[in-house]
């Protein structure tokens, strides 16, 4: 089980004989590293989701078809509210469908997710409650 994973592990890193202040370093840097595979997890899911779904329009580099469909690169609704930019996935607009029905919170979060940190953009993320949350107050 997991407990002897771990017991394996800190006997292969030698846990228990290190001092606190190296215990203390090997942990960090295991969560470290398990936030950092996570992180990249969302990004890539994010990525392949966006390709699957928005591309066509938005295009892979995000600047979308000039007077048909609307870049999100640099675009002010990206860059504004993460709850503005999963609404217009909930809701849709124009031509864009909603995502409501075909696509789970946690997909929709990865996406809008990305799309706010994708090209030039640098907005934050949006969790996949907070989806679920705004889904339930339309």
Known sequence: GEHGFRKRICYQLNLYTMSKSMR???ICLC???TISGLAASEESDGQRLY???CMACHQENGQGIPNVFPALDGSEV???SADDVAL???IGRGDMPSFRDS???VELAAIV???RKAWSN???SISPERIVQLRDNL
Request: proline fraction near 4%; charged fraction near 10%.
């Open 78 to 80: 990206v860059r504004g």
């Open 51 to 53: 390709t699957e779904n």
């Open 103 to 105: 696509l789970s919170p």
């Open 88 to 90: 217009t996935a909930l």
């Open 122 to 124: 640098t907005g934050g």
């Open 31 to 33: 969560a470290f590293c």
């Open 24 to 26: 203390i370093a090997v």
């Open 113 to 115: 997710s990305y799309v």
